[in-house]
């Protein structure tokens, strides 16, 4: 599985707005539903059950990135919205630091293998100082493929 395989391309928001984390999960949950992922009537409960998650520990693993996840029989395989905002959010990230590149990744409930090798290859690729640096500099959802393809091997680093 490649990042590219997770990484719903039209579920990318190069420029949020929010300005809380709920917000921020609210409007990629969104993104996940305009894409066809899951139905508009489902976004709810995903957003409800993240913001539970984030309620028990932060998914803000520090150097301006978060990953918020939820598990659901809604998907067959894993899917990810991306969204950056600009101007950074709070997370309670672990080094107090503002958010500015988020994944929202949505795993099928049944498979956490599928989930742990999803989670393992988004933190693979924001565990790299370039990769977050250029994520945060995106300003279109290509710019956000392009890094993606980059990091899946697809193409040449920039």
């Not at 976004?43 to 693993?61: H, L, N, P, Q, Y």
């Not at 150097?63 to 919205?81: I, T």
Request: net charge neutral.
């Amino acid at each position: 599985m490649k990042l590219r395989d997770v990484v719903v391309a039209t579920a990318i928001l190069p420029c949020l707005k929010a300005s809380k984390r709920d917000a921020v999960i609210g409007d990629l949950v969104a993104a996940l539903a305009s894409s066809g992922v899951i139905a508009d009537s489902d976004r709810t409960g995903i957003v409800k059950e993240s913001i539970a998650r984030e309620r028990k520990g932060s998914t803000g693993f520090g150097h301006g990135v978060a990953v918020p996840h939820a598990k659901s029989h809604l998907v067959k395989h894993p899917q990810a919205a991306v969204g950056i905002v600009p101007a950074g959010v709070d997370f309670n990230a672990l080094d107090r630091q503002p958010v500015y590149s988020v994944v929202f990744l949505l795993s099928p409930l049944g498979d956490p293998e599928a989930h742990l090798s999803a989670m393992e290859m988004v933190f693979g690729a924001l565990s790299q100082e370039s990769f977050r640096r250029f994520m945060r500099q995106a300003k279109t959802a290509d710019d956000v493929l392009t890094l993606v393809d980059e990091v899946d091997g697809l193409r040449a680093p920039r």
